[in-house]
Nanobody, 125 residues
């Protein structure tokens, strides 16, 4: 499975942004897609995840309210919508996919088998 993330850019605080992640290859083996982010000088952290076929979503507590995760199963594309962007949302956002052999959608990076290259979101205050 290959993942291609896009949609990042330079935005103003208060704006909204939708990130996309297109999956290709053995997409039938995907169980869940997760989004993680890494802010400058910080470790990568979990944001949200969604099961690929059922569309069940999970969020980090800090992401509840402003973040929406979704997927278009027929287009093999996952999305992360971020509303009311804050300066502290500045980070590289990564999408990742877990294989069906794991059957889990978790916050643990180790449970994800495939990673996209990341897309940079810079929020100007």
């Amino acid at each position: 499975v290959q993942l291609q993330a896009s949609g990042g850019g330079l935005v103003m605080a208060g704006d909204s942004l939708r990130l996309s992640c297109v999956a290709s290859g053995r997409t039938f083996s995907i169980y869940a897609m997760g989004w993680f982010r890494q802010a400058p000088g910080k470790e990568r952290e979990f944001v949200a995840a969604i099961t690929w076929s059922g569309g069940r979503s999970y969020f980090d507590e800090s992401a509840k309210g402003r973040f929406t995760i979704s997927r278009e199963y027929a287009k093999n594309t996952g999305y992360l919508q971020i509303d009311a962007l804050k300066y502290e949302d500045t980070a590289i956002y990564y999408c990742a996919a877990s294989d069906k052999s794991r059957g889990r959608a978790t916050r643990d990076e180790a449970d994800y088998d495939y990673w996209g290259q990341g897309t940079l979101v810079t929020v100007s205050s």
